[in-house]
């Protein structure tokens, strides 16, 4: 099970960043998005790449513009 901005996700162990991120309806290459497994930041680069371990804890943030 992994944990997705604080909720329980239907994502899995060997799930990728990039595959959280689809699932938000996400492209991996826009702007303004930052991704946190477990307190570490996960660089761009690493996305497609990075699976999730059990249990991981996992932060997409985004940026907003307004004021």
């Known amino acids: 099970m992994i944990f997705l901005n604080g909720a ?3 994502l899995h ?3 990728t960043v990039a ?3 689809a699932r938000m309806g996400l492209a991996p290459d826009a702007k303004g998005i930052a991704v946190a497994v ?3 930041v996960v660089p761009r680069g690493e996305w497609r790449d990075f699976a999730l371990p059990e249990d991981a804890r996992v932060e997409v ?3 907003m513009q307004g004021g």
Request: hydrophobic letters at 35%.
């Open 8 to 10: 329980e996700s239907e």
């Open 61 to 63: 943030l985004t940026a």
């Open 19 to 21: 595959d959280v991120l």
């Open 38 to 40: 477990d307190d570490g």
């Open 13 to 15: 162990a060997g799930d």
